[in-house]
């Protein structure tokens, strides 16, 4: 899969690790712009290495840099707030 606006991905190394988050930015082939949205999930919007994500097959249909609000209620429109919540059943490395 590949790094677009509104995919749903774990990060898998920092602080964060474990936790998921929507790609709302591609800034290059190397990094995009996620959020949790910290609310939600923990995390915060900032620039990420896509070295550090792993993808899901859940995409959220959203305008690139959506706010924080947009995006929760995308994830409560399409019903994934439980898997949003919970985090990663295995340890990345």
Known sequence: MKAEIGRICFKTVGRE???KCV???VIDKNFVLVTGPKSLTGVKRRRVNVSHLAFTPYKLNIK???SDEEILKTIQESGL???M???A???FE
């Open 17 to 19: 690790a474990g936790q």
């Open 23 to 25: 790609i709302v930015g």
């Open 64 to 66: 690139e840099n959506a």
């Open 81 to 83: 707030m439980d898997f």
């Open 85 to 87: 919540k919970e985090g």
């Open 89 to 91: 059943k295995a340890k």
